[in-house]
């Protein structure tokens, strides 16, 4: 019998922490805080989590959860909870994207966290770049081996580039967009230079619409709630 192929869900949600939060004194705000990140923790057991602080380098995001379950209703769930307790009652959704990732078939139990994640794939490294994805009209019409042609050069130069990672979230029938471009690197220069070159290269004139581009910090999420609060 055939493995079938799961689906993981990716959620990338961008909040705006309301100004009200900042006029409360700083006893309710302690408290607001504290009820938040105990919230967001009694969350995450069966999830991936990460958080990304924006604030500073954007003027409508402050920080994004990225999160990832094999189960999309749970996922909805805990989503949805974001705003239901603490300082998530002054947040607000500035952006919200959805895309599915089918991880590979031979993976073996052990190599899974979660049960349904590779490990180590994704959210190792402190600077991310992400953007959604839409494909013009005539890429499609392309032969599949020259869509595959220049996708294997796009996927050569980020190799030459050293420890950076890439991943696809696609959104097929999830969401506006069609794709989510994930890529993170160690350092900011490495991820700068990677991107300036796939910029250059041809598989670029079939995109239709790539932004906005947000570029992310990997922090704590207390160290992101002290700082924008």
């Known amino acids: 019998m055939e493995k079938q192929q799961n689906s993981v869900y990716s ?9 009200e939060f900042r ?8 408290a607001a805080k504290q009820e938040f990140e105990g919230m967001v923790a009694a969350c995450q057991e069966k999830i991936f989590l990460r ?11 402050d920080l994004l ?12 769930d805990i989503c949805a909870r974001t705003f239901s307790a603490g300082a998530g009652r002054y947040f607000t959704a500035a952006h919200s994207y959805l895309g599915v990732y089918h991880p590979p078939l ?10 349904f994640l590779p490990k180590n794939a994704f ?5 991310m770049l992400l ?4 494909k013009a009209n005539n890429w499609y019409e392309l032969p599949s081996a020259e869509r595959e042609k220049m996708m294997a050069e796009r996927a050569a130069v980020i190799a030459g ?3 950076i990672n890439e991943n696809f979230f696609f959104s097929y029938g999830l969401d506006d967009q069609e794709m989510i471009v994930e890529r993170e690197a160690p350092t900011l220069a490495g991820l700068v230079a990677a991107t300036k070159e796939l910029r250059r290269l041809r598989i670029k004139t079939y995109t239709l619409l790539d932004k906005p581009v947000f570029l992310c910090l990997g922090r704590d999420l207390r160290e992101i709630m002290d700082a924008i609060s």
């Open 123 to 127: 959210g190792r490294h402190r600077y």
């Open 106 to 115: 031979d993976q073996e139990p052990k190599d899974l966290e979660f049960g």
């Open 65 to 76: 959860f990225w999160r990832m379950s094999d189960d999309l209703a749970y996922l909805q």
């Open 161 to 163: 580039h050293g420890d």
């Open 23 to 30: 006029k409360l004194v700083s006893n309710e705000k302690i």
């Open 51 to 61: 958080t990304y602080m924006l604030a500073g380098l954007r003027a409508d995001a």
């Open 11 to 19: 959620s990338f949600m961008f909040l705006k922490l309301q100004p």
């Open 131 to 134: 953007h959604p994805v839409i």
